[in-house]
C-alpha cells in the first residue's frame, strides 16, 4: 500500500489539489451571490388599505442601498386606446372648507432603505391620467363615454445608490367589476394586480425600454 501511495503521489497531489480548488470556487461563489443579491435594486409597488379604487398605490425600497426617485408614471390601458400621464410633480385642487385653492406635490426624491412612500389613491392617479389627456371620466364610477378602463400600469424611474444609469419597475393592476353586484352600474370596481412581483428593469439593455417610458408622455410630444 505504501510503495503504491509512493509510485502515485504526483497523482494523488494532483487530485487533491483540483478538490482544494473546487472547494475554494464553490465558496466563492456563494460569496459573489450573497455580495449579488445585497447590492441588486429591489423595488416593490403594491396595493395597500383598501382593494378598492380608494386604496393606495405604496413604493417600498427594498434595497440595502436608498434610491432616488426621478419619475413615477401612470398608464390608462382602455378598451381602445392607453393613455400615458406623468405622476410625480402634480397640482390638485383642494375643495376643503376651508377655503378652495391648490395643492402642490412632488413624489421625486430619496427614498431610505426599508422604507415606502404613499404616491396616493388609484382613484387620484385614474382622474391625473385622464385630466392630463383631457378625457372627460365619471371619477365616481371611473367609466368614460365610449370606453372600457381595464389595466392601470404604475412605472417608476430611480436611481440606485452609486449607479451612472437609471432603472425602472413597474407593475400593472387590473379594474375588474366588482362580484358582489356586477351588473350594477354604480358598483366600483377592484384593482387586482397582474403579477405576484414587481417587474424591475435595471440592465443595460433596458435603458432604450425607459427612454421610451419618457418620451411617451404627453409633455414630451
Request: charged share 25%.
Amino acid at each position: 500500500m505504501l510503495e503504491w501511495l509512493n509510485n502515485n503521489s504526483g497523482a494523488l497531489s494532483a487530485i487533491a489539489s483540483f478538490c482544494t480548488l473546487g472547494v475554494w470556487l464553490f465558496y466563492a461563489q456563494l460569496l459573489y451571490l450573497g455580495f449579488a443579491r445585497q447590492r441588486r435594486p429591489r423595488i416593490l409597488i403594491n396595493r395597500g388599505r383598501s382593494k378598492s379604487p380608494d386604496g393606495m398605490c405604496l413604493i417600498s425600497n427594498m434595497s440595502s442601498e436608498a434610491i432616488f426617485v426621478t419619475n413615477v408614471m401612470g398608464v390608462l390601458h382602455t378598451s381602445k386606446n392607453t393613455y400615458n400621464c406623468d405622476l410625480t410633480d402634480y397640482t390638485r385642487s383642494d375643495d376643503s372648507g376651508e377655503g378652495r385653492g391648490e395643492q402642490h406635490a412632488t413624489r421625486q426624491g430619496p427614498l431610505a432603505s426599508g422604507d415606502y412612500h404613499q404616491v396616493c389613491s388609484f382613484r387620484e392617479i385614474i382622474d391625473h391620467v385622464t385630466d392630463g389627456n383631457a378625457l372627460d371620466i365619471d371619477r365616481n364610477t371611473l367609466t368614460l363615454e365610449g370606453e372600457k378602463l381595464r389595466m392601470l400600469e404604475i412605472r417608476l424611474i430611480a436611481i440606485y445608490g452609486s449607479e451612472n444609469r437609471p432603472l425602472g419597475a413597474y407593475r400593472s393592476f387590473m379594474l375588474e367589476k366588482s362580484e358582489l353586484d356586477p351588473n350594477e352600474e354604480d358598483n366600483d370596481c377592484l384593482i387586482v394586480p397582474t403579477s405576484f412581483d414587481t417587474q424591475r428593469l435595471s440592465r443595460r439593455w433596458h435603458q432604450k425600454r425607459i427612454r421610451r417610458w419618457l418620451e411617451a408622455l404627453p409633455s414630451s410630444r
